[in-house]
Structure formats: C-alpha cells, structure tokens
T-cell receptor, first 113, second 115 residues
C-alpha cells in the first residue's frame, strides 16, 4: 500500500463545467502522475510532477491542467469538461527504489453528460 | 520513444492450464519493464518488474516473465491458472536513463479462466 487516495471516487458532471480531481499521498514521494484509462487504449499519461510546482505534459494533456502546491497533493483540473473526458482517472507515485516502478491509487470514475 | 504491444486483447484458458500473455516492447535505450494486474473496479497492482538484473523475474501469485532482448519481448507466464487469476493484465515500459520516468502501457489483455 503506497498510501495513495483519490477523491472523489465517482463523479457525474455536465459538459462545460470545471472539475478538479485530487490525489493525496502520505509518503513524500517526489514523482506523481495522472493517467486516464479507456477501453482499447490501456492507460495514457496526462500530466506528471517531479516536485512541488514542477509539472510536465504527458501524451494526452489537451484539456487538462495540473497543480502541485505541496508534496502530498497533486490536482487534476478539467477546465471545461467534455464528453470525451468521460474516463477512469488514476493517480500514481513512483517508488523510492531504483527500479522506477509506479504504484497506483484506486481511481476516479468520471462521467461527463 | 518507447512503445508496448500486447498481442491478444482477450485470452481464455482452462483452470490448471498454462497462462501465456504476450508483450513486445520498443525502446531506444535499455528498458525497465513491468507487468501490472487490474481486478474489476480496482487500481493497478504491480506483478513483477525487470530492471536489467536477472532476465527471468518472478512476481507475486506464481507469475513470472522472461526478458528476451533479441526478441524485444517480456511475456508473462504462470504454469497453472487459477480462477482468481481472471483479471486484466498490462505490460508497461519505461526508460532506464531518465525522461521523467514515464510509463508507456500496452492496451491490456483480459484473462478469462474457465472451469
């Protein structure tokens, strides 16, 4: 258990509304990641962070922004949600060993109507 | 650039039979490779990892995988399937030399275990 929680776990929202998902970790890991999971696509990286206020884009970053104001929290924001952003969102942290494995949170299921 | 191909989006085996899930990777630098398992409505759990030590790596729940550089493969096996192995399995690759430690995932293989 890497001490990762995500909130909310489920959310239904309407097209055009802003949405923020939160990832919280308890073990001071430097690297944090946001992925989305869609059938037939596996997991795709949205954004990641390598420290407080240090973030970078992933493969599918359009329409998403992130913020990390403290080590333990990594926020994902959909500025204006669209139906194509209906997905399951996973947060992950990179372990402290040299093997670079990532550990995942339980996920947030987001539905945009 | 790196990529992962998982052959077979669905695999079905009988209980007690060999499980073989295929993964081929592409990477311009020496890779680190991982297999994850996902049970319904849960997050991903690390099964095993290859990080350039032994080419045959053992993981949890009796699974193992062999890194074959000449074939750019990292196939997952288990000698005898159990009903509890039914889940989705993901192969993933990252670079061993920096780049934000970003994982690239395959599209997953759904394993079904039948009586």
């Amino acid at each position: 258990d890497a001490g990762i929680t995500q909130s909310p776990r489920h959310k239904v929202t309407e097209t055009g509304t802003p949405v923020t998902l939160r990832c919280h970790q308890t073990e001071n890991h430097r690297y944090m990641y946001w992925y989305r999971q869609d059938p037939g696509h596996g997991l795709r990286l949205i954004h990641y962070s390598y420290g407080v206020k240090d973030t970078d884009k992933g493969e599918v970053s359009d329409g998403y922004s992130v913020s990390r104001s403290k080590t333990e929290d990594f926020l994902l924001t959909l500025e204006s949600a669209t139906s194509s952003q209906t997905s399951v969102y996973f947060c992950a942290i990179m372990g402290t060993g040299s093997s670079r494995e990532q550990y995942f949170g339980p996920g947030t299921r987001l539905t945009v109507t | 650039a790196q990529s992962v191909t998982q052959l077979g989006s669905h695999v079905s085996v009988s209980e007690g039979a060999l499980v073989l899930l295929r993964c081929n990777y592409s990477s311009s630098v020496p890779p680190y490779l991982f297999w994850y398992v996902q049970y319904p409505n849960q997050g991903l759990q690390l099964l095993l990892k290859y990080t350039s030590a032994a080419t045959l790596v053992k993981g949890i729940n009796g699974f193992e995988a062999e890194f074959k550089k000449s074939e750019t493969s990292f196939h997952l096996t288990k000698p005898s399937a159990h009903m509890s192995d039914a889940a989705e399995y993901f192969c993933a690759v990252t670079s061993s030399t920096g780049g934000g430690n970003k994982l690239t995932f395959g599209t997953g293989t759904q394993l079904k275990v039948e009586l």
